[in-house]
Every structure is written in structure tokens, then in C-alpha cells.
């Protein structure tokens, strides 16, 4: 069964960094897109970042472009968002997904548990 774990996140101050991490089991993670979501108090969750199979094409939501990268090792069934200049406003449960492709994306598995990112001074 596909199993998707999220950890990397914390609280930071405005202006810090993060790296987030999902390990993958379930499926043969190198064929798949994979993509960040969040989901901030109040708001509808969001995807923030995708990657193609190889690696070869990233996209950000523009709230977060030029501040996260997205990358993925598919040796080690893992995706990472690099999160840097962090804002108050990225305050959200992150969630990695297996995508269906990297255009008009749509999550393939149920969601776990996210890891929980705070900005906050």
C-alpha cells in the first residue's frame, strides 16, 4: 500500500529556513510526479510545488516562487521542499501526494499526517 511520510518541519522565526522531507513506499516512486500541498488555518489546501518523474521540470505556485524549491533523490524514494525567507503567511500543514502528471495535477492517495510548519517570531 502506497505510504507517504512527511517530516522537516517546525517552528521558525520570519526569515529562516527549512527543509522538508517525504519518504515514499507503495508504488515505483520514479514514474510519478510528486508534489507539496499545504493547508493554512481558514484556507483551502493548495499545492505549493511539483516535480516531474525524473526531476527535469519543477513548478511553484507564485506565493512561493524564488523562496521554495522542490527536488527529489529517486535512489531514496524521497521528495524535498526547501523552504527559505520564510513568511508568517507559509504557516500550514505540508503534505506531499503522488500527482497524476505535472500539468492540471490532481493528488492520487489519501492524504497523511503533513508535518506542521510555524513561522512566527
Known amino acids: 500500500q502506497v505510504h507517504l511520510v512527511e517530516s522537516g518541519g517546525g517552528l521558525v522565526q520570519p526569515g529562516g529556513s527549512l527543509r522538508l522531507s517525504c519518504a515514499a513506499s507503495?508504488?515505483?516512486?520514479?514514474?510519478?510526479?510528486m508534489g507539496w500541498y499545504r493547508q493554512a488555518p481558514g484556507k483551502e489546501r493548495e499545492l505549493v510545488a511539483r516535480?516531474?518523474?525524473?526531476?527535469?521540470?519543477?513548478r511553484y505556485t507564485d506565493s512561493v516562487k524564488g523562496r521554495f524549491t522542490i527536488s527529489r533523490d529517486n535512489a531514496k524514494n524521497t521528495v524535498y521542499l526547501q523552504m527559505n525567507s520564510l513568511k508568517p503567511e507559509d504557516t500550514a500543514v505540508y503534505y506531499c501526494?503522488?500527482?497524476?502528471?505535472?500539468?492540471?495535477?490532481?493528488?492520487?492517495?489519501?492524504w497523511g499526517q503533513g508535518t506542521l510548519v510555524t513561522v512566527s517570531s
Open positions: 507503495g508504488f515505483t516512486f520514479s514514474i510519478y510526479s
Open positions: 516535480i516531474t518523474s525524473a526531476g527535469g521540470t519543477t
Open positions: 501526494n503522488r500527482l497524476t502528471g505535472i500539468s492540471g495535477a490532481r493528488p492520487l492517495d489519501g
